[in-house]
């Protein structure tokens, strides 16, 4: 059986962290996530987040570290999440976002998260690299 994982990235650039609004499913829009998806049969976790997010915002990214613990998802999804930095393009809401914000250090208290990426995303901000 393949495991029910979600892949997340905490994408940083100079200093701020990436998130973004999704517009989809209707019980989940408007809320904000660390962006990423479902992992594919073969797929490591790392390949998974890269693909997802070159997918769902047009952006060559490299994975850092795996943010440690698990997250509940509905249907028996566990959400994992990774720190990536990004390597080139410009993020775009592609798809399942309509909207992306990049959040300094202080501004990660101002957007709508997911209750279950809550804790990715303080670890994410205490991690957050300098300038
Ligand atoms: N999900 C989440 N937090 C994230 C990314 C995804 O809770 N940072 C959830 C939302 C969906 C499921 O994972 O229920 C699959 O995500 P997607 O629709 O983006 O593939």
Excluded at 29 to 40: D, I, N, Q, T, Y
Excluded at 57 to 83: A, D, K
Aim: avoid cysteine; charge should be negative; charged fraction near 30%.
């Amino acid at each position: 059986m393949t495991d029910r994982v979600v892949v997340a990235g905490a994408v940083y650039d100079r200093g701020r962290l990436l998130a973004a609004r999704r517009s989809a499913p209707p019980e989940l829009a408007g809320r904000w996530e660390l962006p990423g998806g479902k992992v594919e049969p073969g797929e490591s976790g790392e390949q998974a987040l890269v693909r997802e997010l070159r997918e769902e915002l047009g952006v060559e990214t490299e994975p850092l570290e795996r943010i440690p613990g698990e997250w509940p998802l509905p249907r028996g999804y566990v959400l994992r999440v990774w720190t990536a930095r990004l390597v080139s393009g410009v993020p775009a809401p592609l798809q399942d976002h309509d909207e992306l914000r990049w959040l300094g250090p202080g501004e990660s208290g101002t957007v709508d998260w997911l209750e279950q990426d809550l804790s990715a995303v303080a670890e994410a901000v205490r991690r957050l690299p300098g300038g």
